[in-house]
């Protein structure tokens, strides 16, 4: 399946995704902030794509004139995230590139991939973390509407081998539909 929006694609990961991947998820200032390493090869964005894009609900965020993956957006279903158990629940996460933030893309997917979400998925609630600290994750929840639930100290961080506190934040249908 492929979603858009006004400046953006968002479609499934391909191995041939593998060079941009990298060229994004090697620099320092991008994994280690949402708790994964730089990679360190193209090869290993390559086992990315194949281990861990491969989700359901796993998308390339793309530009509209180019369609090159720059990001990564996902509703995590259940069975993929430890914020729920219900069918009818899910987690959001992403990330883009650094000589693309503070441009609005992420917002502008993941209000996309929130519709999707309450609209053709029939979730009931989409939850939403971030680190302490990943002010950057913070502004995209708060810009698109999620709302403060708790915060959990020391929670593992196993890519990265450390323990953080996360801070986290759901929306329901209700408030959702409301805010539309």
Known sequence: ???????????PWKETDAESLFQYAKDPAVGPIAGWPPHKSIDESRDVI?????????????L?????AIGCIELKLNG?????????????????GKEFWGQG?????????????????NMNIIWCEYYDGNTKSKRVQEKVGFVYHHTCKDVPV??????RTVHANH?????WLANK
Not at 1 to 11: A, D, G, N, V
Not at 80 to 96: F, H, P, Q, V
Not at 105 to 121: S, T
Not at 171 to 175: A, G, I, L, R, S
């Open 105 to 121: 893309l992420i917002p502008e997917a993941a209000r996309e991939l929130i519709r999707h979400g309450f609209e053709d998925l």
């Open 158 to 163: 196993p890519l990265m081998g450390e323990t």
């Open 171 to 175: 929306m329901t249908k209700e408030q």
């Open 1 to 11: 399946m492929e979603l858009t929006t006004e400046r953006l694609i968002l479609r």
């Open 64 to 68: 509209r004139t180019d369609n090159i």
């Open 50 to 62: 194949k281990n861990y894009f491969c989700g359901r609900e796993c998308y390339a965020v793309c």
């Open 80 to 96: 993929s995230t430890d914020m729920t158990k219900r069918d009818d629940e899910c987690e959001l996460g992403y990330w883009i």
